[in-house]
């Protein structure tokens, strides 16, 4: 059974700062991993989305790496905004026979604050 | 396009009361799903479909159900509430073809008392 666990599960930086938060899962055989946006009250936003060929995928200030043999990947966020905060989930696409290939297990999240 | 619009937003449902949560995608995905979300914790897979007329259950199906009748439309049903029950519930669509990137509705905030 695929497990998926972040850390730190919550992180407070001062704005203008690089951060890295990370996401590890326990079973290899992914189709894709996807990072996820979540604020107060709302639903999810995808963020970058890594298909299990690729290594990293880039949108703006954020750039997600996947190792997929040590079962991890990495969100690294540079110059960090206050517009920065909320919750951070990462979410895995586990390989599986018949239909199993759009089934997500999702971390707990980091909760991400960044104050001025 | 709207993406994925659930109904309602809110609800408050006394125990063994029934309701049905919406859910309607307009990009033509052939995947569909819903989860639920506790307090602090990551999403659980309630149940998916790959399409109209297949589903298939997730990690919690208990005292969940679903039908697919139309590539549009996914609909939960909850049958005889339980406070077990109270969580928020997000609908989520992907085509396969795509890459199966995962678009997410704004949730149903439901209280089971």
């Known amino acids: 059974k695929q497990e998926v666990t972040q850390i730190p599960a919550a992180l407070s930086v001062p704005e203008g700062e690089n951060l890295v938060l990370n996401c590890s899962f326990t079973d290899s055989a992914i189709y894709n991993l996807q990072w996820f946006r979540q604020d107060p009250g709302k639903g999810l936003t995808s963020l970058l989305l890594i298909q299990s060929s690729q290594r990293e995928q880039t949108s703006g200030r954020l750039n997600a790496s996947l190792d997929k043999s040590s079962g991890r990947s990495t969100l690294y966020i540079a110059a960090s905004q206050p517009g920065d905060s909320a919750t951070y989930l990462c979410a895995v696409s586990s390989i599986g026979g018949g239909t199993s290939y759009g089934k997500l297990t999702f971390g707990q999240g980091t909760i991400l604050t960044v104050h001025p | 396009n709207a993406g994925v619009t659930q109904t309602p937003k809110f609800r408050i449902l006394k125990i063994g009361q029934s309701m049905t949560l919406q859910c309607t995608q307009d990009m033509n995905h052939n995947y569909m799903y819903w989860y639920r979300q506790d307090p602090g914790m990551g999403l659980k897979l309630i149940y998916y479909s790959v399409g109209a007329g297949i589903t298939d259950k997730g990690e919690v199906p208990n005292g969940y159900n679903v039908s697919r009748s139309t590539t549009e439309d996914f609909p939960l049903r909850l049958e005889l509430a339980a406070p077990s029950q109270t969580s928020v519930y997000f609908c989520?669509?992907?085509?396969?073809?795509?890459?199966?990137?995962?678009?997410f509705g704004p949730g149903t905030r439901l209280t089971v008392t």
């Open positions: 989520a669509s992907s085509y396969l073809g795509q890459g199966n990137e995962q678009y």
